[in-house]
């Protein structure tokens, strides 16, 4: 088990409506990667935060955007859900460039 | 942008068999390919990992092969047991930009006792 945990584990959200997706990382570590994995694909890359700032981004829409706290925890937000948001988003947590290791990820579901 | 491919997309193995699952990338820049493990319902679990500068490496039952030239990386798990069975990632890192990590479509190995 990785120290890297998720919350929720799961949500149910309807078209339209926002949503906030929570990680804290290992400890020790300082940069927070999000992706998003659909169900019978790899995760894609949406976004990553290293110390606080955005280091780059995806092909994801605005209305997907993130946050670093100063305990290098960090936040997913999405606008305006639509149907095909629904997936499993897992956030990793890794020493600057080092190796990534996942959380066990938050299952959102848009109706 | 990185692209990787992985194959195949579904293997079955007879217990104490070898596997074997190949991907290929298309950035000649990338420098750090990892392979991951994910079980139903959790987060992927690194296994194994090798860098641009080492063709081969090695822990216990699993090793992993890199041919830059072609580029293209191998898992190999050796003395295949119940508990491999899992979906497993190739993945990919460039050495320039955010470090993202691009990752193939995945295969489910499944184990047969």
């Known amino acids: 088990e990785t120290g890297v945990t998720q919350s929720p584990t799961h949500l149910i959200k309807t078209r339209g409506q926002q949503v906030t997706l929570r990680c804290s990382s290992q400890s020790g570590h300082n940069t927070v990667s999000w992706y998003q994995q659909a169900l019978g694909q790899g995760p894609q890359f949406i976004f990553q935060?290293?110390?606080?700032?955005?280091?780059g981004r995806g092909n994801f829409p605005p209305r997907f955007s993130g946050l670093q706290f100063p305990n290098y925890s960090s936040e997913l937000n999405v606008n305006a859900l639509e149907l095909d948001d629904s997936a499993l988003y897992l956030c990793?947590?890794?020493?600057?460039?080092?190796?990534?290791?996942f959380g066990p990820g938050t299952r959102l579901t848009v109706l | 942008g990185e692209n990787v491919e992985q194959h195949p997309s579904t293997l079955s193995v007879q217990e104490g068999d070898s596997a074997v699952i190949k991907c290929t990338y298309s950035?000649?820049?990338?420098?750090?390919f990892p392979w991951y493990k994910q079980e139903l319902g959790k987060g992927p679990q690194l296994i194994i990992d090798?860098?641009?500068?080492?063709g081969e490496k090695k822990d216990q039952r699993i090793a992993v092969t890199l041919n830059k030239t072609a580029k293209h990386f191998s898992l190999h798990i050796t003395e295949t047991q119940p508990e491999d069975s899992a979906v497993y990632f190739c993945a990919a890192r460039s050495n320039f930009g955010n470090e993202k990590l691009t990752f193939g479509t995945g295969t489910r190995l499944t184990i047969i006792p």
């Open positions: 090798i860098r641009s500068n080492v």
């Open positions: 990793a947590s890794s020493w600057g460039t080092d190796t990534q290791y």
């Open positions: 935060y290293y110390r606080e700032e955005e280091n």
């Open positions: 950035d000649s820049a990338s420098n750090y």
